[in-house]
């Protein structure tokens, strides 16, 4: 994967400001500064976006140009995305485990490794561990009483450890697809 001079992937944080509507699940990323670096934006027809919510997010540069895309695949059971590249191959799948006590959601990235979620993850307290080695953490943090009243939420981001372009792709995927999971369940 290509890396863009200055662009979103040669950050280390990522504050994402969510921007929610009934039929859309948008984000602007933000460096720790406040300056938005890229987006997320909701892909998919709007008639399959009112009756099972978004299903399929588009990861961009400011100017545009993909990064990487989820899509949620319909399935009964547990919940299944795909991340793909900018070209379009798979880079990562995204399953939710049953345990007994805790929700578990691995990122298995194709000829890389497994990325376990761990911690709170529909309270955005979460770490992102490969191999029991933390690379990641993300938490949720106050955008504002005014923000949180029109739909909007905020979270940051931060990887721990130095991160190759592809593998913060993976993450920050994985990330979005914890977010249509939590939608999902807040829907039923």
Do not use: C
């Amino acid at each position: 994967m290509e890396q863009h001079q200055g662009g979103l992937l040669s950050h280390n944080t990522f504050v994402m400001q969510q921007r929610t509507n009934f039929n859309s699940n948008n984000f602007e990323i933000l460096d720790q500064q406040g300056n938005p670096i890229g987006k997320v934006e909701t892909g998919g027809s709007t008639l399959g976006r009112m009756f099972l919510g978004s299903r399929e997010l588009t990861l961009t540069e400011l100017d545009g140009t993909v990064l990487a895309q989820l899509k949620d695949q319909f399935s009964i059971g547990r919940e299944r995305m795909t991340i793909f590249d900018a070209n379009g191959q798979v880079l990562a799948n995204v399953l939710k485990r049953f345990t007994l006590i805790h929700k578990r959601i691995d990122i298995d990235v194709v000829d890389g490794p497994t990325i376990e979620l761990h911690g709170r993850l529909m309270d955005y307290d979460i770490q992102f561990q490969v191999n029991g080695e933390v690379v990641a953490e993300a938490s949720r943090k106050w955008g504002g009483f005014s923000a949180g009243f029109l739909g909007h939420s905020r979270y940051v981001l931060g990887f721990t450890v130095e991160t190759p372009p592809v593998a913060k792709v993976a993450l920050l995927g994985g990330m979005l697809a914890l977010d249509l999971i939590r939608e999902k369940e807040s829907r039923n």
